[in-house]
Structures are given as structure tokens and as C-alpha cells.
């Protein structure tokens, strides 16, 4: 995901089950984003808690118990650190002692890794003997997985999670037809670009100047110039043959000016 198209995209990583599937993270999630099972999971999480420090029967359990889900609740709206920040933020407007303070945080840590647990143990339908060390290590690494993936859950952002099962691939084409009006003009157009471009490669350009003047002694002079950028080999040959073609119409003229007899004024 990204929050505008000029940021570089961040990836979500789910935890794919034993049937290469993300169906047990999201029943995780499911649980966890519920009610009623979250209930039933911090009552047997707070009542593990209460074994483990031997407070027995206390009454405590129904606060433990709320409390753990208050703190699964922060977690999927926030992370693990925003979830620590607030407990010690909560300590410190009670006025606990520092010497209560590590282990009321110790207290309160484990009644939510429990009540988390509690919520994997029934998403993944294990028995209920089972415990994070008798598990084998694909089920410890999944677990731990998943708690990574729901503390990321909050940068996401998205409520949806978008999953393609499968798809029928099917071979087609498109005919597209449309009016335009303008479409001579534009052919028109094009005719005259491809006309233009013919001329430029295989039409040879070829420029000639040609300077009568008369000289000192009354006769008349004849400079004849020409140029050519493509062929100038070849085009020097047709120079030299329009050249003489000239200098002997010339000649001829001059002889036929010569033998004519005079007219009478």
C-alpha cells in the first residue's frame, strides 16, 4: 500500500498456514477483532496469569481479563510500543511505585500474550494441552509471524485484504468504430508528409546559375554554375554535358547571326 502515488509502495506480510493459505491469520485477526471470542480467550488467559503468580482464586480475573482486551484492542488500532507507552503513561497518572511498576508491566505483558495465544490456539484448532514450547517450530514461527504482521496491521491502513483465488483466462479482441468528422483532412495531411519524405530521400535537389555579362572587347560571356548534394559525381557529367549542349547552341547562333545578309533600313 501507499498514501499517494509519489510515495514508494509498503508491503504487508501474512503468514500463510500449513496449506500455504492466509485463512488461519485471518480467523487470528477475526478473533481478536471480536467480542465474544475475545472474551472467552482473556478469561482462560487471565486465569493461566493468575496460576502462574499463585494468586489462585483472588477475584482479580474478571479485571485482568478486561484488561487484556483493552490491550488487544490498542494493539490493533496501534502497535506494541503504543500499547507499553500507555501502560506506563497509566502507571504514572496512578501514582504506582517504582518498585510495583516492572511488575505490574510484567503482569499486564503476559495477561496479553496469553489472551493472544489463547486467540491462535483456537484459530489454528489446537488441542487445549498444547503450550508454545511443546509446539513444533512451524507453529512457533507462524505465531510470532502473525503478532508481527497485527502490529503492522496499523501502518496498512486499509480495511479490506483483496485475495485472488482464481481466474478464466479467455482469449478476445476488440473492434472499436468512430466518426471523424476531420478524418480527410488528417489523411490529407498524411499524404503530404509521406509525399515529402519520398521527395527528400530519392528525388536528387540540384541548384544552377548561369551570369551573362559583356566584356572589354563587346563580345558577350556566358559564366555557367551549378551545384548538387547527393551524386556529385554523376551530376558532374550531366554539368560538363549541359555545358557543351549550351556552348554549341551558342556557337550555332553566333555563326547564323554571321551569314545572315543585311537589311535594308
Avoid at 485482568?64 to 496501534?78: C, G, P, Q, S, Y
Avoid at 468528422?181 to 528525388?203: A, Q
Avoid at 551570369?211 to 556529385?232: C, E, F, H, K, W
Wanted: hydrophobic content about 40%; some cysteine; charged content about 30%.
Amino acid at each position: 500500500m501507499r498514501s499517494s502515488p509519489a510515495e514508494p509502495f509498503r508491503y504487508l506480510h501474512l503468514p500463510a498456514d500449513s496449506r500455504g493459505r492466509p485463512d488461519t491469520f485471518l480467523e487470528f485477526h477475526a478473533i481478536l477483532s471480536g467480542s465474544e471470542r475475545l472474551r472467552v480467550a482473556s478469561e482462560r488467559a487471565a486465569a493461566q496469569v493468575m496460576s502462574e503468580f499463585g494468586l489462585g482464586d483472588s477475584g482479580l480475573e474478571p479485571q485482568i481479563a478486561a484488561t487484556a482486551r483493552d490491550l488487544v484492542r490498542r494493539l490493533l488500532e496501534e502497535s506494541f510500543p503504543a500499547v507499553l507507552e500507555h501502560l506506563e503513561h497509566t502507571m504514572r497518572e496512578r501514582d504506582v511505585p517504582e518498585n510495583r511498576q516492572e511488575l505490574l508491566m510484567r503482569f499486564s505483558r503476559m495477561a496479553l500474550e496469553r489472551t493472544l495465544w489463547e486467540a491462535y490456539r483456537e484459530a489454528a484448532e489446537l488441542e487445549r494441552e498444547d503450550s508454545p514450547e511443546e509446539l513444533g517450530e512451524a507453529r512457533q514461527v507462524f505465531f510470532r509471524d502473525a503478532i508481527n504482521a497485527i502490529d503492522a496491521l496499523d501502518e496498512y491502513g486499509a480495511p479490506l485484504f483483496l485475495e485472488l483465488r482464481d481466474f478464466d483466462h479467455r482469449q478476445a479482441t476488440g473492434l472499436m468504430i468512430a466518426r471523424a468528422p476531420g478524418k480527410n483532412i488528417v489523411y490529407f495531411g498524411s499524404g503530404l508528409l509521406v509525399l515529402g519524405i519520398v521527395l527528400m530521400f530519392y528525388v536528387s535537389h540540384r541548384r544552377a546559375w548561369c551570369l551573362i555579362r559583356r566584356d572589354r572587347s563587346g563580345g558577350t560571356r556566358v559564366l555557367l554554375a551549378a551545384v548538387s548534394q547527393r551524386d556529385p559525381i554523376g551530376f558532374r557529367k550531366v554539368f560538363s554535358s549541359l555545358g557543351e549542349e549550351l556552348q554549341h547552341r551558342l556557337q550555332g547562333r553566333e555563326e547564323n547571326s554571321t551569314d545572315e545578309p543585311p537589311r535594308s533600313a
